[in-house]
């Protein structure tokens, strides 16, 4: 047996670099999703709009930001959706999560309330919020996804 992992192993010690790195690129991506969690303001998605950070910008400088924030925005989901995979260690749904709210498309905090307000998402999110001293998120009723009369 012990001849047969010996084996094993110095077949497979070429993978031994990819593992790690692996290993690296999930501690450094929990870590930034749990700090991006951490610091969201407890009333975000009670909020009628999300902040605008940089409207007050010249156009030029606007259009630019915007751009950018959409394709990080882009590129976070798909890594999102990499990290999602089976046997791929990493907080992919965090991080569709955080590329989406990135994005600006029609129709996002409704699909962000939504998603948010999964039972099993806000319940994960405010236990990662409670062990740092935060207070939990906050929802509001427009996670129904019902509109008001």
Do not use: C
Not at 143 to 149: D, E, I, K, L, V
Request: no cysteine; net charge positive; hydrophobic share 50%.
């Amino acid at each position: 047996m012990l001849t047969t992992i010996k084996t094993w192993l110095q077949q497979y010690q070429a993978f031994g670099w990819m593992v790690g790195v692996g290993l690296m690129a999930s501690v450094l991506t929990i870590a930034v999703g749990m700090a991006l969690v951490i610091r969201l303001p407890p009333d975000y998605f009670a909020r009628d709009h999300a902040p605008r950070g940089f409207w007050h910008l010249h156009p030029v400088f606007r259009w630019t930001l915007t751009v950018a924030k959409n394709v990080v925005g882009g590129v976070v989901i798909l890594l999102g959706l990499l990290l999602a995979l089976p046997l791929v260690p990493g907080p992919g749904f965090l991080f569709i999560l955080v590329g989406l709210g990135l994005l600006d498309f029609p129709g996002k905090r409704r699909l962000e309330r939504r998603l948010v307000g999964l039972p099993w998402v806000l319940a994960s999110l405010n236990r990662m919020r409670a062990r740092f001293g935060r207070s939990p998120i906050e929802i509001g009723d427009h996670h129904r996804g019902t509109r008001g009369p």
